[in-house]
């Protein structure tokens, strides 16, 4: 699968599944039926690098708070700048969290 090609109608499918969902609670009970808990973890530190990407910390300080490595956080951060823009979409409407 390349960049142009991971659309399809199943993500298409899913998308809209996430967005119908009313609560935390509602979206906790979703993802954790959906997902592994590895998976889920893997995605909660991803989303924890990129709020403290978008708070200005450095890669060493991101690391030793989330135990991503910094070739996960440099990753991240290349979406983040360079990426599609659903990360600051998402940061813009979330309320910040510590």
Not at 43 to 62: C, N, P, T
Request: aromatic share 10%; proline share 2%; with cysteine.
């Amino acid at each position: 699968m390349t960049d142009s090609d991971w659309r399809s109608p199943h993500t298409s499918a899913l998308f809209q599944a996430i967005i119908g969902l009313d609560t935390i609670e509602e979206a906790a009970d979703f993802f954790r039926d959906l997902c592994t808990l590895r998976e889920l973890e893997d995605m909660s530190q991803r989303w924890a690098v990129v709020r403290l990407l978008d708070k200005g910390h450095s890669y060493r300080e991101i690391s030793e708070y989330t135990g991503a490595s910094t070739a996960t956080i440099t990753r991240i951060n290349q979406w983040f700048t360079h990426g599609t823009g659903g990360y600051r979409a998402a940061l813009e409407r979330v309320v910040d969290e510590p």
